[in-house]
């Protein structure tokens, strides 16, 4: 079964790097995960103002304040079938710095918004459109589009001048044999709120089929896409 990533770039999937090919590339029949492990040489916050948006987000794991370098951090990639029959790719970020920091996200591909769907949080309350590309060294860039959210019967789309622009990029490193990532949140008006750069190893974990830990799903799974 191909990934949901290359699903969603097509014959661009080929022009990624192999290790980044490898990384992206794997799905729930696969039988197998990628655990990162490394350090963040810096997380960073906006200015003061946008303390009280950060402190939002860690109520549901989507962002936080605190800041930092040389923070040691783990990134964990499950595929699995979710609830709905999706196939599903985690994205569990854990911060060890000052106080332990966790960022989920789960990612699908949606057949009817033909590209990847990303649900942030614990509860899976805010869906983003990815939009995906290969860059000149072979990395994968990651830009957020339209983003709804859902609680309960409410549906909406949510407005991009109350939330941020998300900026990702992933890449392997030849030279020093590590996958590179740098994140970039920003606001139209507030400015950058949040982001970090960092370097990690990447190892493969053999699963079994239904064991997928209980730790990295979400509490809650939404349907609407």
């Known amino acids: 079964m191909p990934s949901i990533y290359e699903r969603a770039l097509g014959s661009d999937f080929q022009k990624l790097h192999p ?105 899976q309350h805010l869906a983003v459109d990815l939009d995906l590309a290969a860059d000149r060294r072979g990395g994968l860039s990651i830009r957020s589009d339209a983003q709804r959210f859902y609680e309960g019967p409410l549906g909406f789309t949510f407005p991009l001048c109350f939330s941020g622009v998300a900026e990702v990029r992933e890449w392997y490193d030849d030279d020093e044999a590590k996958y590179r990532i740098e994140v970039e949140v920003t606001n139209r008006r507030w400015g950058r709120l949040f982001g970090y750069r960092g370097s990690f190893d990447a190892v493969w974990r053999k699963v079994e089929p239904g064991s997928v830990p209980n730790h990295v799903k979400p509490l809650r799974e939404e349907q609407r896409e």
């Open 19 to 123: 290790k980044i090919q490898q990384r992206f590339g794997f799905s729930s029949d696969g039988g197998v995960a990628s655990i990162g492990s490394g350090c963040m040489e810096e997380i960073w916050r906006g200015h003061f103002y946008t303390l009280p948006f950060l402190y939002l987000g860690t109520w549901r794991r989507i962002m936080f304040p605190e800041c930092g370098t040389n923070v040691p951090f783990t990134v964990e990639n499950y595929a699995y079938r979710d609830g709905f029959g999706r196939e599903t790719i985690t994205w569990i970020r854990t911060f060890r710095g000052l106080r332990m920091r966790r960022f989920d996200a789960y990612m699908i591909y949606s057949e009817t918004r033909g590209c990847i769907v990303d649900y942030l949080g614990t509860h």
